[in-house]
Each structure stands twice: as C-alpha cells, then as structure tokens.
C-alpha cells in the first residue's frame, strides 16, 4: 500500500465492521512456568477481596450483554489468562452465552489440564483452541490424552503450542512427531522475553535449526530479529481492542489510560493507521501484519486467524524441505534452480541484527557519556549495583516481577549473574542482561551498559507478616555482593 505524504491512511472499508477484542480474563492458573508472563497462579483469597479474574469483578450476563452491545458486523474475541477454562462454572455459563452470538468467532489460550465433558452440550463450531505443552507441568502421555479428549468433545484444537524454552527443547522430536502423527498441528513458538528469561536474546543453535526449519521467516524476523518500528504506520490500533479482567479497555497499542467497558463502552475506533508506539513490536502474529508498507508481509490486510497461521506455516516448512533438497545437489546446480527463492536462513538474519545492534548500541552508550553531566565516581566494592525496588506487597506464593543492575570494576568482566533470596530461600536466578544507559551515563563507562538484570520469581509459602528480598550479584569467580533489599509485606 503507497502512502501519500501527509494524509492519513485509512483502514480498508472491508475491516471497518469487524473488530478484534483481546480479552485477558484471568491471572489464575494451575501452572507455574519460568517462561510464563502471568503475575499469579493461585485462585481466590482467602480474605475476599477482588482477585485478578474477570468474574470477580462482573457476572458473565454482564460480559455477555456488553459484548453483545458492541456495533460490529464481526467480532474476533481472543480469550487468554492464566487458565481460562479453571473457573468452570462460570466459563460455561460464556460460552454458552457466546455460541449464541453468530457473529462471534472465538479463540482461546489454553494449557489444556481440565475435563472437556463438563462443556458437554454446548455448540463449539466456532470456539477454536490454541493448546500449549508444558513439560515441567504435565507428562507427555497425559498431555495427549486430554487432547485427544478436547478433540472428541467438539473442540477445534487449531494449534498446539510448544514454546523453545531451555528446559523443553530437549523434548522436542519426541513431541513434534507423536502430536503431528496424530493429526495435531505443532507449532515451534520462539519463547519470548519473559518470567525469569525476561532478559534473553541468545540463542541456541538447535533454537535456530528448529525455528527456521518450522516456523515462518515473517514470524522469526519479528520475535528474533526484532526491527525497530517506533512511528512507522500501523493499522493494528484501528483494529483491534485490550479489554482487562477488572474491564478497563483500551485501543491496542494505544492509549496510556483506559476506561472502562461497562460504564464507558469502548473508545472511538480509529478509522486509520496510527503510529508505533513502541520501539519494537511485541511480535505477535496478528499485530506486525498491521505495519502499513511492511516488505516481509505480502498478503492483503486481513483479521489474521490461526487458521491462516497454520496455513502460512505449513507452506514455509515446504519451502524450507525444497531449499534443503536444491542444497544437497552438485555445487551450483540447486543454486541455479533455486532462483528466485527469497527466503534468508535465519542464522544470516540473527547475524545481521546482532552487527546492526552492535553498532547502534556502542554508537548510543559513547554519545551518552560524552553528553552527560561528569562521572560519578565508581563504588569502592568490586561488585556493585542496585535493586530498583524498596517495596513490595504480595500475598504468600505470588508472582512478583523485579528489576535492578549489577556490574563489576573490572573492564569487560560483566557480573555472571543475580540470584534472588527471601526469607532464606533463594527464588530465583538471572543470568541474561539488558541495556541500562543511565549507569553508563552515570559512571562515564560504555563497558557497564548491559548490566540491567530483570524477571518473575515465584515467592515461596510465607505467613503474613515483613521479609527481605535479597539479590546478590555474583561474578564469574564466584565472588558477589549484596544489593539493597527489598521489604515484601506478605499481606495474604
């Protein structure tokens, strides 16, 4: 699509009737992945206050009435938590509420762990799942069972999750091959930033062959390559809302506050593309096809399905199988036919990115400490940081994120990594580092910017009552110190 300079683009008439609602409905989940971005993974409180699930806050007749309300054609709802479907008498009484709503297409997250017979009776023609795998939660054989259960009931499984964390990769043939001889689609998800890997960039060179033999070159370039898309045009505002548990709404992307759902209704749609807020896209499939003029996608704008997802993918894994078998010929002559073929390997794309961001990042940190005030001077202990937290508040067994940084004197000697303790008890562990530019700046030292350090960790049983979290920041010698603590008052 040509842009004309300085008029606005507007979205195609044939989108204007149809909307995608994100719905987050709960933080409750019977999970605890390290991967995982959810806060909580327990249910109620046992005092009665309002917890982070949608039918806390509202019955489901409220929900289905607003929804109802909504001036669309078309509605593509995505359900996501936590666990959606653990709150079972309520989650049946939605979905019996939706499958009365026709122009409603529903897509659900889901880890799968519940009894598919309690939805008995209910028409799920049009409610599709998309069930992830977690090795460290279920074994592969109760896995499989329940799905072939979800199936048997009715449920359209589009996609089967299997997300390249380091603890799962080593499961991967074994999983790919008893789900897709079985008629599942699997698909090979690039972990994202997140819980205690919310730091991580690199990857393993079996990550890479697995993404790039599976998944899309489109899908690896914005979760791996990740381009900088601040201010570039997108259509993904206009067409798309985020809808919270406790019914705050606002426009995808957009929007610094929300209003609420029930009392406000949703905020005027946009009828054209806005500009990206964020320096990068957060990749998800259906967002970066919203950028207006974006070269890596070449199909029509569109609400875009799992199903298209899964159509895409198998496509890419034939081209990758025909790339593979031109290689294998006589030097020259798989080239020579290959012609016309654009696709980059991803090794080649991960290389390119990584020099870009090289030179980007030296380029950033040097202008820092010649433009900023004068250098502080360094702490005295070899190792040294800080804990961004003073305090928190948490119940016992929440998910609580933190952040700081840590770093050592020495030049080109980074701090190997940060553990975190509370009450004794060490919760968890950082080992991937982030860009900090203010503590460059400060120190007047390029060497310390990738010294931010940052996660979810899982607090463990706990009374009521005050405890210290500790991080220590170790060197590669074994060596460390502590940084400053933070209070977390259990209040629950």
């Known amino acids: 699509m040509a842009i004309s300079s300085g008029e606005p683009v507007r979205l195609p008439p044939h989108l204007e009737n149809t909307v995608r609602i994100n719905w987050h409905l709960s ?75 026709p122009h409603v297409r529903v897509n659900i997250a889901t880890n799968g762990h519940w009894d598919p017979s309690y939805f008995a009776g209910i028409d799920k023609s049009r409610v599709h799942l998309v069930v992830a795998w977690h090795p460290g939660q279920v074994t592969l054989e109760q896995f499989h069972a329940n799905l072939k259960r979800i199936r048997e009931a009715g449920f359209n499984i589009w996609v089967v999750n299997f997300v390249l964390a380091p603890e799962n990769i080593d499961r991967f043939d074994e999983v790919f091959h008893t789900l897709e001889n079985d008629g599942f689609f699997v698909n090979v998800s690039a972990m ?130 025909r790339s593979e078998r031109l290689q294998a010929l006589p030097f020259g002559v798989g080239k020579l036919l290959d012609r016309g073929n654009r696709r980059v390997p991803l090794r080649e794309m991960l290389l390119k990115a990584e020099q870009d961001e090289e030179r980007h990042g030296a380029a950033a940190a040097s202008q820092l400490v010649t433009l900023g005030p004068a250098a502080a001077a360094l702490p005295q202990q070899p190792i040294f940081g800080r804990n961004d937290h003073s305090t928190l508040t948490a119940r016992s067994r929440d998910r609580i994120s933190i952040s700081g940084w840590a770093a050592t004197l020495r030049h080109g000697a980074p ?55 500790v991080p220590e920041a170790y060197d590669r010698e074994g060596n460390y110190s502590a940084l400053n603590p933070t209070k977390v008052t259990i209040s629950d």
């Open 415 to 469: 701090v190997h990594e940060v553990r975190v303790k509370v009450a004794g008890h060490e919760v968890g562990a950082f080992r991937n580092f982030f860009d900090r530019p203010d503590v460059a700046a400060t120190y007047g030292r390029p060497d310390l910017m990738r010294c931010g350090w940052r996660g979810m960790v899982y607090l463990p049983a706990l009374a009521q009552g005050e405890y210290e979290l």
């Open 192 to 321: 994202l930033p997140a819980g205690v890997y919310m730091s991580r960039t690199e990857r393993t060179e079996r990550e890479i062959e697995l993404l790039d033999r599976y998944n899309t070159p489109t899908d690896n370039y914005f979760k791996l390559v990740m381009p900088r898309t601040k201010g570039r045009l997108c259509f993904y505002p206009a067409m798309s809302y985020k809808i919270m548990y406790d019914g705050s709404i606002r426009r995808a992307c957009l929007d610094n506050t929300a209003q609420n759902f029930f009392t406000d209704g949703i905020p005027a749609p946009l009828r054209y593309a806005a500009p990206c807020e964020y320096e990068r896209c957060p990749g998800c499939t259906d967002m970066y096809r919203g950028l207006v003029d974006e070269p890596m996608v070449e199909d029509p704008l569109q609400f875009y399905s799992k199903e298209d997802y899964v159509r895409e993918v198998r496509q890419a894994r034939k081209e990758y199988r």
């Open 27 to 101: 933080s409750w989940c019977n999970y605890s992945c390290e991967y995982c971005t959810v806060a909580v993974f327990h249910q109620r409180s046992k005092t009665g206050k309002l917890q982070q699930h949608s039918f806390d806050y509202r019955p489901v007749s409220d929900w289905l009435d607003a929804l109802r309300r909504l001036p669309y054609d078309q509605i593509f709802l995505n359900i996501s938590g936590g666990e959606p479907f653990l709150d079972r008498k309520n989650f049946r009484e939605l979905l019996a509420g939706l499958a009365g709503m």
